[in-house]
């Protein structure tokens, strides 16, 4: 038997379980949108169940994601500091626990814990994925691997209320049952290994929240909360000037997501070829040309073309901004691409807060002014590429 058989067999196996590795790197960012939305859908069934109102069951939302918001400004850090392999699968390990806990809650007290504590582990998870994606992908394709990362969060984004739909005709508890099971394989498949050396010094928040981070992280904020951020103000107008039933607002909100689907991974390609600064810019002034028309147009078909294509448009804004961050030359990448995320999600988060009152007074201007602030902001505050 030749001396190099052993070895020729562990050359066989260290591909597939890297090929394996990276299927479960693109399923997490699959998972972390999914298990944020699956009660979007299921809120009154949650809340008949729990012995709650559908408002008090909406909860359940906040709940996930202001924990997950909050930790993401330092989870890349810390990870990268603990160890991204160890990290994200004590994370999933959390993140089964949690899901479990959702799946047996007999009280909206305990639901409401574990959705917390969900969230708190998905914010580790994201960044990192993110980081070991970019540490996994030669450079010059950059731009691809994270446009098809991008594709998976759309997915995961846009399936979610529909899968916990379906499962709520049988037990809405069957999703976080599912959500338990897929992070616990998730977690012992685990990340690919860095070839990288170690860093000689801890990783520090201070690296991550210098000036080139946080202008990607303005840019990632209004392309978020001026694009997908605004699904709520349509969803008023499409009630209150057009009078379309909770299934047809649903259905066409979606379009927005399927549109990422469709699209992230070839601008990814795109950018590979252009650069992340000019595929921004070209989400952030397109994207606020198609906000206006969602906000001005007068017929529901032409709304939902627009509403479409700004899908589009805002992942050549958010692949963009990760294909900055993680592309540039400064430390602590983990710690930035988090610092960038979690102004994306704040974008979203605040959204609401400061554009209801607006629209309460014109409808219009509630549309007009995150578009005309994408237009202007985000192509200036990004930083020029090197």
Known sequence: MSKNTPEEGGSTQRPLRLRLQLIALYAGGFLGPFGGGVVASILPEIGDDLGVGPSAAASSLTA?????AALMLVSGTLGTRWGKVRTV??????????SLACFLAPTLEIFLAARVLQGS???FTTPLLLASLAAATPQ???GRALGAFGAFQAAGQSSAPLIGGLAAEFDWRLAFLVIAVVAGILGAVGLPKSEAPAATTPARLRDALRPEVLRIGIAALLGWGALGGLSFLLA???EDEFGLSPTVRGLLLT?????GILSARRIGILIDRIGARSSVMIGALGGAVLVSVVGLAGLVPVI???????GVASQFVLVGVNAAVLGSAGPNRGGAVSVVQAMRFGGAALA???LTPIYDSSHAASFLIPAVLLAVVAPLIMPKQR
Do not use: M
């Open 352 to 354: 609401p807060l400061a």
């Open 64 to 68: 996930y994601l202001l924990p997950f």
């Open 89 to 98: 699968r004590i994370a999933y390990g959390v993140y089964v626990f949690a």
């Open 236 to 238: 008023f107008r499409f």
């Open 255 to 259: 379009v927005f997501g399927v549109a």
């Open 121 to 123: 582990a998905n914010a």
């Open 140 to 142: 010059a394709r950059l």
């Open 304 to 310: 939902a073309i627009a509403w479409f294509v700004a």
